[in-house]
């Protein structure tokens, strides 16, 4: 504790060393840690999932059933060491992991996205917000915003039911706990939107929020997101 407590501040001080592993790098990564990152390589292009080869087409489940969402952009895969990164980030508010996992995202996304008019992080439940403090994909999608000079709206959408987290769900129940969890309260007048999260689990919490924007006459919906679990 003592000790991770220094090291985020050392990090905080010297940004010239790399968070994992402490040797020297420029903007928080040495080249050997950049390299071992858990990369996506061979995401399916509509839902991000990992897929085993290239195959160009999409997975199994995106052809069987076509999710709401149209493409998703999905760096890394939900593994060490970027797990870690990601909940320290997300449970106890460690911003440099926050902006370095920002940064990774942004570079990901710079050669590769058609730019969306809006961006919009995946809303959080006003108690879960209480309880944290603060919504890490918001945190996320800030400096994206800044650096593609996208706007960003965290009003329009809001998280109306509780649900319990996915992840401790079976298959099934995934998508009967997440429908109807979010509102679209406000109009909106933009063609394109890319949801920004940290993690894509499932797929079915950014799709049910995709299905609502679509149903309020948004035309295509991308997600933007740090990590995916297979
Ligand atoms: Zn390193
Ligand atoms: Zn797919």
């Given amino acids: 504790m003592v000790y991770s407590c220094i ?21 928080g990564l040495c080249t050997p840690c ?26 199994g489940s995106c052809q069987q059933q076509p999710p709401a969402v149209d493409r998703s952009w999905i760096p890394f895969l939900y593994a060490a060491p ?10 106890s508010e460690r911003l440099p992991q926050g902006r370095l996992l920002s940064r990774l995202l942004a570079e990901y996304l710079t050669q590769r996205i058609d730019r969306p008019d809006l961006l919009i992080p995946v809303p959080l439940h006003p ?4 309880q944290r403090g603060y919504n890490q994909a918001l945190e ?6 800044r650096r593609f000079g996208i706007p960003l709206d965290h009003r329009s959408c809001q998280r109306t039911l509780k649900t319990r987290p996915q992840h401790a769900l079976k298959r099934r129940q995934r998508e009967s706990n997440i429908r109807g969890a979010f ?3 406000r109009p909106l007048t933009v063609r394109h939107v890319a949801l920004v999260d940290d993690v894509v689990t499932t797929g079915n919490t950014v799709n049910e929020l995709a299905r609502q924007l679509k149903q309020a006459g948004v035309a295509r919906v991308d997600v933007w997101a740090l990590a995916r679990t297979p």
């Fill in 82 to 91: 970027v797990d870690r990164l990601i909940s320290q980030f997300k449970f």
């Fill in 7 to 27: 090291k985020n501040t050392l990090s905080l001080l010297y940004p010239d060393h790399c968070q994992l592993c402490d040797a020297p790098a420029t903007e």
């Fill in 140 to 145: 996320l999608a800030r400096p994206l915003g």
């Fill in 127 to 130: 108690d879960r917000l209480r």
């Fill in 34 to 59: 950049r390299e071992d990152l858990p990369y996506n390589r061979h995401p399916c292009p509509q839902c991000g999932l990992p897929l085993s080869q290239p195959l160009e087409v999409l997975c």
């Fill in 183 to 185: 509102r679209v309260v």
